[in-house]
Structure formats: C-alpha cells, structure tokens
C-alpha cells in the first residue's frame, strides 16, 4: 500500500493537514534539544522529511540514519535527499522497525513521525529504539490521536472518516490507502497506554503532550 502512494504521499500529507505537518516534525526535533553532534535514527521515515527536519534543526543533528520497509518511499526520499545535497549527511536503509540494522548503544536519539502505529509489533519496536540508544540517549516520536475534546472530536472524526478518505482515493489512485488511516488510528492504543509500552520497554521520563486539539500526541522519553 505504501509503495503504491509513494509518488503521492508527500503532497497528500501536507495538503490534507494544510501544512501543519511540518510545524508537528518542528516540534518533534525542538524536543530533542539537539546540540548538533547527535547521530539520529528516524525510524518508519518514508519519503525522508522528518529526517531532513532533523539536519535543518538550528542546530540540528550531525548524521542521520533513516529506516524504512518500503522501498518506493524511500527511492522518493533519495531523491529528495540528492536534491537537497543531504545525501553524505542522511542515509536511508530498507529494513524492519522490530530488526533495526544498528549497533546497540550506536545512536543518541530516535525519532518516529507518524509511522509506529503501522509497525505489526509496536513493543518490539520499542525495545528495538531503547536498544540502538546510549545511555540517556533521546526519543520523539508522533502519532495520530483521537481528540479529547468533544465538540473538536466530533468535527475531526468527520473529516477524518468522510473528507480525507475520498481526498486521498481522488489524489493517491488508491482505493484503500486513505481508509486505512483513520481505521488505524483508531485502533492505535490511547496516549496512555503507549506511554505504558514505551516504559515497559526500558524508557524513562516518558511524557504525552497532546498537539492541536489533541489529534497529535508527541512522545518524548529518555534512556536510563
């Protein structure tokens, strides 16, 4: 499915969040408190924009390594990637969220934007990122949530179940791509219990702040 949307995909995210995608991967490497040094895995990196996020931070990170299991997202982020003159700074590798090709303690931050609620098993995945981490080392990761508000909830499940499905099919090409969204989201865990599977795969210092409206969650946790 992601292959089949990958020459859409970076237009569909910002058109139908009208852009405010872009301020969330902001928010999510400000978190991090780079210092410019940092090597950084962005786990599930798709077409690589989170992780271009993380070289363009003031000051942003020093490598970046970019994991991914499809390979047409990552063939667009390449590209990107080569446009930009960001491929000696940012590589990307084709492989499994739960079999990360990395050393332990080889990485001083994750980051995750959107992609770990599409992992099969999401504790193992967390093991893994605790794994790849130093000591202290820093995580941020962003999903989709289900706003708390109510009045902001009905209006977003509407949109979220009505509007972006048909946008998507219309944009994308793809008949299921755009209803696998909000059917994902919705049976991602709660806010709560995520920060449960990030603590019991050996993070500490785990918080949940909820962003615009409370439809983003960002995660932010360290190593012991």
Known sequence: MFDAIAGRYDFLNHFLSAGI????????????????????LDLCTGTADLAIALRAGHPGAARVVGVDFSAAMLAVGR??????????????????????PLPDGSIDAVTVAFGIRNVDDTAA?????????????RLA???????????????????????????????SRHDLAYEYLPASVGAFSSPTDFAAVLRQAGFVEVTARPLTFGS????????P
């Open 141 to 171: 990761i962003l999903e989709f949530a289900v706003p708390t508000s109510r009045l902001f909830r009905s209006v977003y499940m509407w949109y979220f179940r009505h509007v972006l499905p048909r946008l998507g099919r219309l944009i």
């Open 125 to 137: 995945a967390c093991r893994e990122m605790a794994r790849v981490l130093v000591p202290g080392g």
């Open 21 to 40: 995608d872009r301020r969330w991967r902001r928010q999510a490497v400000r978190s991090l408190e780079l210092t410019g040094s940092e090597r950084v």
């Open 79 to 100: 590209d990107k990637l080569r446009r930009r003159g960001l491929a000696d700074r940012i590589q990307v590798v084709r492989a499994d969220a739960t079999r990360v």
């Open 216 to 223: 983003v969650v960002l995660y932010n946790a360290r190593t």
